[in-house]
T-cell receptor
Framework: SQTIHQWPATLVQPVGSPLSLECTVE??????LYWYRQAAGRGLQLLFY??????ISSEVPQNLSASRPQDRQFILSSKKLLLSDSGFYLC????????????FGQGTRLTVV | RKEVEQDPGPFNVPEGATVAFNCTYS??????FFWYRQDCRKEPKLLMS???SGNEDGRFTAQLNRASQYISLLIRDSKLSDSATYLC????????????FGSGTRLLVRP
């Protein structure tokens, strides 16, 4: 069966520090991968999605970047965090080339102080 | 205009009530549709897919109107455990498939 791992679960980082969140998927190959952010009390905002290695689309201009160094690994990064980067970050995967649902990791709650 | 719009609520209903949520989407390239449930401080989880002919899963009924670009979720005989945020999700074909989430509708079921 497929599983998705996302870590860490919580993170407190100072303004200006770098960020690296990692997500890996097991039990499937060539998945579509997604990074979402959810601000407190708000909906999910799609940040990045990827249909393959080094094929990443950015949805909104921001202080973040994403990379996919391996087929089932998706990394969200920032060189210098801003206070506004605080939120609940969720990684998800779906079956590629099909219009199916997505499955989420447990999320990382990031607080920038 | 948001791609997927939902009434944020909250909907505050007594146990046993029937409650309906609506959702509209703007992108005519939308291919498939889902309802997710999100509990407080947790990740969203798939509740059910939405099919053109409408579909039912126990107390939950989902319907799709492609002409009006409208999706609905009906919950019958509400339970306390149904309290959560319900997210409308649209899968858009834009080169590849990407999932766009509504902001969610919050449901509170009271004893």
């Amino acid at each position: 069966s497929q599983t998705i791992h996302q870590w860490p679960a919580t993170l407190v980082q100072p303004v200006g520090s770098p960020l690296s969140l990692e997500c890996t998927v097991e039990g499937t190959s060539n998945p579509n991968l997604y990074w979402y952010r959810q601000a407190a009390g708000r909906g999910l905002q799609l940040l990045f999605y990827s249909i393959g290695i080094d094929q990443i689309s950015s949805e909104v201009p921001q202080n973040l970047s994403a990379s996919r160094p391996q087929d089932r690994q998706f990394i969200l990064s920032s060189k210098k965090l801003l206070l506004s980067d605080s939120g609940f970050y969720l990684c998800a995967w779906s079956v590629s080339e099909r219009n199916t649902e997505a499955f989420f990791g447990q999320g990382t709650r990031l607080t920038v102080v | 205009r948001k791609e997927v719009e939902q009434d944020p609520g909250p909907f505050n209903v007594p146990e046993g009530a029937t409650v309906a949520f609506n959702c509209t989407y703007s992108n005519s390239a939308s291919q498939s549709f889902f309802w997710y449930r999100q509990d407080c401080r947790k990740e969203p989880k798939l509740l059910m897919s939405v099919y053109s002919s409408g579909n039912e899963d126990g107390r939950f009924t989902a319907q799709l109107n492609r002409a009006s670009q409208y999706i609905s979720l009906l919950i019958r005989d509400s339970k306390l455990s149904d309290s959560a945020t319900y997210l409308c999700v649209v899968n858009v074909l834009d080169g590849s498939y990407k999932l766009i989430f509504g902001s969610g509708t919050r449901l509170l079921v009271r004893p």
